[in-house]
Each structure stands twice: as C-alpha cells, then as structure tokens.
C-alpha cells in the first residue's frame, strides 16, 4: 500500500519560514517525481514545486526565490522549505508522487500565514 504523509504545517507571521516534510511508503521513491501542490478556500489546486528524479526542479512564479524544494532519497523523502512566507501563501499543501500513468496523493497540511 503507498502512503505518502505531509508534515510541518502550522501557523506563522508574514515573512516568517517553514519547512514542510513528504514521507513515501510503498513505491520506489528514487524513481518518481515529487511535488509540492496547494490548494486554498474557492481556488483551484495549483502546483508549487516539483523535482524529478534528476533532481531537476521547477516552480511555479509566485515562489520563485523563496521556495525550495528538495528530496532525500535514502529517506524517501521531499521537502519544501518555504521562506518570507505571505498571506496569500495560506493553503492546504499536498504531496504528490508521480511515475508515467500512476499518480499518487497525500492527505495534506494546512499551512496558514497570518498575523
């Protein structure tokens, strides 16, 4: 069974960081490419960061300078380090595994940018 489990989400004040944490069960996680979604209240998911199994990396503008993404792969693990944080960085972010025609979900971590 494949299991991938967000952490690191919580509360913090605008220009602040926080790093968020994927751990994989279940796949062959070298193999896969990794990203970073969010999705906040009345908008459409969007993907934040992704990193292939090169350790190729993209993001999406809004992030760009600010967030960083990156995996361990003897940890099967992805991370998002997210820095000078803003409100409209307030969502819940997902984790994504994908490998050719398998696509797998976690349950996500809200993350909430408010003074």
């Known amino acids: 069974q494949v299991q991938l489990v967000e952490s690191g989400g919580g509360l913090v004040q605008p220009g602040g960081s926080l790093r968020l944490s994927c751990a994989a069960s279940?796949?062959?996680?070298?193999?896969?490419?990794m990203g970073w979604y969010r999705q906040a209240p009345g908008k459409q998911r969007e993907l934040v960061a992704g990193i292939d199994s090169d350790g190729r990396t993209n993001y999406v503008d809004s992030v760009k300078g600010r967030f960083t993404i990156s995996r361990d792969n003897a940890k099967n693990t992805v991370y998002l380090e997210m820095n000078s944080l803003k409100p409209e960085d307030t969502a819940v972010y997902y984790c994504?595994?994908?490998?050719?025609?398998?696509?797998?979900w976690g349950k996500g971590t809200l993350v909430t940018v408010s003074s």
């Open positions: 994504k595994a994908s490998w050719y025609a398998r696509d797998y």
């Open positions: 279940g796949i062959r996680f070298s193999i896969y490419t």
